[in-house]
């Protein structure tokens, strides 16, 4: 009964911040639609932010439309970031893309991925708090080559600290050796891992909740429903303790 009732009073209270706006998104596609898919940009289509390879990554536009292709709504000029050279060790390079999250809560990172079938199976996924430290959240595995994948991650703030409200926010995907391997390991499983090999990367969208302040009489009334709530609970029984989730590893199908 308890539970219902806070519900309904933060529902109440707070209606109106569960809708998600895009942050940042980059679709690669010419600013000006020129019909080739060997030319792009690197701007974000929508919102602000920044993007590029690391660790000696390389990396050119590439027709998103392949195999099925991305989920790009472009037609005719469906660029995706075409990236190759993925054979340092023992981290591998990848991308980086950085947004501010400052004002947001509920960060959701989402993008389409296309392993070919020489690249590396394992997509390890960070995110930093601060903008230079780059904390693991899991890894992808892409177990078929020459597909597209779609990914998509909520970084619930509970468990994932300095990911809402952070104008340093920033996200890492790069390739990754699996525990108990000394080599990466190619996407088809019958191909060999090569520095040929290459990832191609579209809709990277970086999306959050708005994290609002209700109106002082609404925010009183809350509090004072929430004080009483609570002094119920603790004189009937015990307080529960939520504990932090255990390292998430995230396997994707195919787009």
């Given at each position: 009964?308890?539970?219902?009732?806070?519900?309904?009073?933060?529902?109440?209270?707070?209606?109106?911040?569960?809708?998600?706006?895009?942050?940042?998104?980059?679709?690669?596609?010419?600013?000006?639609?020129?019909?080739?898919?060997?030319?792009?940009?690197?701007?974000?289509?929508?919102?602000?932010?920044?993007?590029?390879?690391?660790?000696?990554?390389?990396?050119?536009?590439?027709?998103?439309?392949?195999?099925?292709?991305?989920?790009?709504?472009?037609?005719?000029?469906?660029?995706?970031?075409?990236?190759?050279?993925?054979?340092?060790?023992?981290?591998?390079?990848?991308?980086?893309?950085?947004?501010?999250?400052?004002?947001?809560?509920?960060?959701?990172i989402s993008y389409?991925?296309?392993?070919?079938?020489?690249?590396?199976?394992?997509?390890?996924?960070?995110?930093?708090?601060?903008?230079?430290?780059?904390?693991?959240?899991?890894?992808?595995?892409?177990?078929?080559?020459?597909?597209?994948?779609?990914?998509?991650?909520?970084?619930?703030?509970?468990?994932?600290?300095?990911?809402?409200?952070?104008?340093?926010?920033?996200?890492?995907?790069?390739?990754?050796?699996?525990?108990?391997?000394?080599?990466?390991?190619?996407?088809?499983?019958?191909?060999?891992?090569?520095?040929?090999?290459?990832?191609a990367f579209d809709?990277?969208?970086?999306?959050?909740?708005?994290?609002?302040?209700?109106?002082?009489?609404?925010?009183?009334?809350?509090?004072?429903g929430l004080a009483?709530?609570?002094?119920?609970?603790?004189?009937?029984?015990?307080?529960?303790?939520?504990?932090?989730?255990?390292?998430?590893?995230?396997?994707?199908?195919?787009?």
């Amino acid at each position: 009964m308890i539970k219902q009732v806070l519900a309904a009073m933060a529902i109440s209270a707070f209606a109106g911040s569960s809708y998600a706006d895009i942050l940042a998104q980059w679709t690669f596609n010419s600013p000006t639609p020129d019909a080739n898919t060997s030319t792009g940009s690197l701007i974000p289509s929508i919102g602000a932010g920044t993007l590029g390879p690391f660790n000696g990554v390389t990396n050119t536009f590439s027709d998103g439309r392949i195999n099925g292709g991305s989920s790009d709504p472009g037609t005719t000029d469906n660029s995706s970031l075409f990236t190759t050279n993925y054979a340092s060790w023992p981290f591998g390079g990848g991308i980086i893309f950085r947004a501010s999250t400052a004002g947001y809560t509920n960060i959701t990172i989402s993008y389409d991925i296309h392993h070919s079938p020489t690249s590396s199976r394992y997509e390890a996924v960070r995110y930093s708090p601060d903008g230079i430290n780059m904390l693991r959240i899991g890894a992808w595995i892409g177990d078929s080559g020459d597909t597209w994948f779609h990914r998509e991650i909520n970084l619930d703030p509970f468990f994932w600290s300095g990911s809402a409200n952070n104008s340093s926010f920033a996200i890492m995907i790069h390739a990754e050796i699996p525990s108990g391997s000394q080599s990466f390991l190619a996407s088809d499983p019958a191909s060999t891992f090569s520095s040929t090999g290459s990832w191609a990367f579209d809709m990277i969208t970086i999306s959050g909740t708005p994290t609002l302040v209700p109106e002082g009489g609404t925010f009183a009334m809350f509090t004072a429903g929430l004080a009483a709530c609570i002094g119920t609970v603790l004189r009937r029984k015990r307080l529960g303790l939520r504990s932090r989730t255990p390292f998430r590893s995230y396997s994707g199908g195919a787009a």
